[in-house]
């Protein structure tokens, strides 16, 4: 359980079971890379969806410590680190590194990382159907408050089956009320 009030330790943690999942890739490199119970799901999840007719590509998975740090400072440089902070998480914080997360894309790549994507059919598909394999769309819109994050329609994250059933039957949308771990809207 990462976000903005608790950080991976060790900060640079690496998981130890990175495997590229056998679903449609948009990118290459660690960005393909799952942990083995998360890219397994994930395999389950995209054939599900293209036997509804919905494309999927993994847009982004695993994340090394080094890859954050540079997009961070990318961010920051550009923008500050006010505006940087919604939009990248700080190095050693990203659900990207932990195996357990990925962003999907549709193949297009018109809408893709931005709001409008929340229209597209991968996204509607896995706002109704993601639970079902494990998954939860992990900044719900409008709870930013609690996750840290505005509206990610495209950032999955892997929880089980068992879990993402229970959140989605008790209408609890954020891992920090679930695990009463309480709000992180900002870094301490
Ligand atoms: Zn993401």
């Known amino acids: 359980m990462v976000n903005k009030r608790r950080p991976l330790k060790p900060a640079n943690y690496v998981p130890r079971d990175l495997v590229q999942p056998k679903v449609a890739l948009a990118v290459s490199g660690e960005a393909a890379l799952l942990n083995r119970t998360t890219a397994a799901a994930a395999e389950r999840m995209f054939a599900a969806a293209a036997a509804d007719g919905v494309m999927m590509t993994l847009a982004s998975g695993y994340r090394s410590y080094a890859t954050q740090v540079a997009t961070y400072n990318g961010h920051v440089s550009a923008r500050g680190q006010a505006a940087a902070d919604t939009a990248s998480a700080r190095p050693g914080h990203s659900e990207h590194q932990t195996g357990w997360a990925f ?86």
């Not at 931005?114 to 079902?132: G, S």
């Not at 992990?138 to 892997?158: C, D, F, N, V």
Request: charged share 15%; proline share 7%.
């Open 103 to 188: 962003d999907i894309g549709d193949g297009g790549g018109a809408c893709s990382f931005q709001p409008c994507f929340a229209e597209q059919p991968a996204a509607v598909w896995a706002k109704a159907n993601a639970y079902r394999f494990g998954f939860v769309v992990r900044y719900p819109w409008m709870l930013h408050p609690i996750t840290g994050y505005y509206y990610e329609s495209w950032h999955l994250r892997y929880i089980g089956v068992e879990a993402a059933a229970d959140m989605r039957k008790s209408g609890i949308a954020t891992l920090e009320e679930y695990f009463g771990l309480g709000a992180a809207p900002g870094y301490p």
